[in-house]
């Protein structure tokens, strides 16, 4: 089992900056990727951004692209959403995930086993 624990939300105007952080515990030697989601309010979980724990490739939803980066920290089993140029838009519950494994899929929640609480950013004008 694998334990995430978010941290780092808060109220932000837009253009602002935030970074949210993710501490893994418990079985992390087995993490292979771990990723941000986010959710709004009456619509369905979206993915963020990826990062493979070995090698530290990158990915981005097309709405972030630019503006947020991904980053780990392996001594500390920790990744980290750094988000800048912030938009009302980018308003939601963030939610870091955990992948054992290579699913075929790195968007969808069916390619992750492990799911913080998520926290909430809001984006005020």
């Known amino acids: 089992q694998v334990q995430l624990v978010e941290s780092g939300g808060g109220l932000v105007q837009a253009g602002g900056s935030l970074r949210l952080s993710c501490a893994a515990s418990?079985?992390?030697?087995?993490?292979?990727?771990m990723a941000w989601f986010r959710q709004a309010p009456g619509k369905q979980r979206e993915f963020v951004a990826r990062?493979?724990?070995?090698?530290?490739?990158?990915w981005y939803a097309d709405s972030v692209k630019g503006r947020f980066t991904i980053s780990g920290d392996n001594a500390k089993n920790t990744v980290y959403l750094q988000m800048n140029s912030l938009k009302p838009e980018d308003t939601a519950v963030y939610y870091c995930?955990?992948?054992?494994?290579?699913?075929?899929?790195?968007?969808?929640?069916?390619?992750?086993?492990?799911w913080g609480q998520g926290t909430q950013v809001t984006v005020s004008l």
């Open positions: 418990g079985r992390t030697f087995s993490s292979y990727a």
């Open positions: 990062i493979n724990r070995d090698g530290g490739r990158t």
């Open positions: 995930a955990s992948a054992d494994k290579y699913y075929g899929v790195y968007r969808a929640r069916s390619g992750y086993d492990y």
